[in-house]
Nanobody, 126 residues
Framework: QVQLVESGGGLVQAGGSLRLSCAAS????????LGWFRQAPGKKREEREF???????????YYADSVKGRFTISRDNSKTTVYLQMYSLKPEDTADYYC????????????????WGQGTQVTVSS
């Protein structure tokens, strides 16, 4: 089992940057693919939008088209932490950001993830 805790959210102006972190507990962290999703205001949990994912080794990464070239996902298995570096932030990036763990493989589907953190809020002002 994996427990996930996000941090690093906050208020930033458009064009700015933030780095989100997700610290995980559990000795099997390196076995999981990890993903970042976001939930915009007014959206339901089931409507969380895929942002990025990374495989167990960090060798393979995937991004939503809306963030490609602006966001970077990475992981440090020795620290059991996954990161989301966000550059050139836009007001439409405003959302609660969640990290999630998938015991099978990388995926862009909400339903494939087994464990979720509580989220961290990101607000981008125009």
């Amino acid at each position: 089992q994996v427990q996930l805790v996000e941090s690093g959210g906050g208020l930033v102006q458009a064009g700015g940057s933030l780095r989100l972190s997700c610290a995980a507990s559990g000795r099997t962290f390196s076995r999981y693919a990890l993903g970042w999703f976001r939930q915009a205001p007014g959206k339901k949990r089931e409507e969380r939008e895929f942002v990025a994912s990374i495989n167990w080794s960090g060798a393979n990464t995937y991004y939503a088209d809306s963030v490609k070239g602006r966001f970077t996902i990475s992981r440090d298995n020795s620290k059991t932490t996954v990161y989301l570096q966000m550059y050139s932030l836009k007001p439409e990036d405003t959302a609660d950001y969640y990290c999630a763990a998938d015991s099978w493989s990388t995926s862009d589907r909400y339903i494939d993830y087994d464990y979720w953190g509580q989220g961290t809020q990101v607000t981008v002002s125009s």
